[in-house]
């Protein structure tokens, strides 16, 4: 048997995992939330197996718990794709020869459902009743449609007060 055999789901999300998200400068939130993808739902039902050993019915075995136990279906496919990506990396270092993950098998469907959008009178009602420190964070919020983590994350070399434009990275 070859040494690819014996490399563990384990090893591979703390070595070869870890080391494409690096290089793909993945956000600290990104690996967040793919971390307690692993801890809670990978990894106790394929961690204790090798990679090679995982099959097709272990990874529906999988999909189909996390399914009980998440609601929401957009949390299920984004567990569904780490799957495809992790196996595909594994797939691309050539310590599996196949993918375990089938998309026409696999991938749960999800239709995301309309947002609403609050109206001005909803939004005036919450720019009055903000902490006046806070007024500027959520004016900008209602006023653009950037995320409250890239809203967090903005630096002043982000603001040009030339252009009155926001650089969001």
Not at 14 to 39: E, I, M, Q
């Amino acid at each position: 048997r070859a040494l690819t055999d014996f490399i563990s789901t384990r090893f591979a999300a703390s070595s070869f995992w870890l080391n494409y998200l690096d290089t793909r400068d993945a956000a600290s939130s990104t690996r967040r939330s793919y971390g307690s993808n692993l801890d809670k739902h990978i990894l106790p039902s394929l961690g204790r197996k090798s990679l090679c050993e995982i099959t097709p019915q272990d990874i529906g075995d999988l999909l189909q718990t996390v399914r009980k136990s998440l609601a929401a279906s957009k949390s299920v496919l984004n567990i569904y794709t780490q799957l495809r990506t992790m196996f595909g990396v594994a797939e691309e270092n050539d310590l599996i020869s196949r993918s375990p993950v089938r998309k026409k098998l696999h991938r749960p469907q999800h239709q995301a459902g309309e947002k609403l959008a609050w109206s001005a009178v909803q939004v005036r009602a919450i720019l009055e009743n903000v902490p006046e420190h806070w007024l500027a964070f959520f004016a900008c919020l209602a006023s653009t449609t950037v995320r409250i983590g890239e809203l967090l994350a903005l630096t002043w070399a982000d603001i040009d007060w030339e252009t009155r434009k926001i650089r969001i990275s």
